[in-house]
């Protein structure tokens, strides 16, 4: 990769997958999302992909470390102690 696309990247694998993220204040983000192997692609170290439900597989499918879902965000914040 060239600087100029690394932008805010640290020194990544040259098969390295790069998506970039717009945010709503138009900033950019380059994120690492996968490494291409002679096998295929993978998701990068920390990355994980989600695949939507479908009419083959009616579940979502989570693939990468720790592939398990996510708490919801509504419910990072409780308190242990909360009555909700």
Do not use: K
């Amino acid at each position: 990769m060239t600087d100029r696309i690394q932008g805010n990247l640290p020194a990544c694998p040259p098969n390295t997958w790069v998506a970039t993220v717009v945010y709503a204040n138009g900033r950019r983000a380059n994120l690492p999302v996968a490494l291409r192997t002679s096998e295929g692609e993978r998701p990068y170290p920390g990355a994980q992909w989600i695949f939507p439900p479908t009419l083959v597989n009616p579940e979502e499918t989570i693939v990468g470390e720790n592939a398990q879902r996510p708490e919801p965000r509504s419910h990072r914040n409780r308190s242990r102690f909360s009555s909700h």
